[in-house]
């Protein structure tokens, strides 16, 4: 008779934005047909001020945010 042994061992990890990186945002006005968008930039602020700016002079007001950063996962000691 074979007996099998196996062995969990349940570790704790934890995820975090990467240190060496800078969450960035683009933005894109959803009007049919208008093709406006900021540019990636990690300055959220100024890509708000942006939409707002293509609002003030359009009219457009719905626009797609994405936000993106780059992530590490480490195991907790
Ligand atoms: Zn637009």
Do not use: N, Q
């Not at 062995?7 to 959803?30: M, Q, Y």
């Not at 208008?34 to 100024?46: F, H, I, L, M, N």
């Amino acid at each position: 008779m074979t007996t099998i042994k196996t062995a969990l061992r349940f570790v704790t990890h934890r995820i975090a934005r990467h240190p060496d990186s800078e969450p960035t945002v683009t933005a894109e006005c959803l009007r049919p047909g208008c093709g406006w968008s900021v540019a990636p930039t990690s300055d959220v602020k100024r890509a708000d001020v942006d939409c707002m700016a293509h609002t003030g002079a359009t009219g457009h007001a719905i626009f797609a945010r994405k936000y993106e950063d780059m992530a590490v996962v480490v195991r907790e000691t």
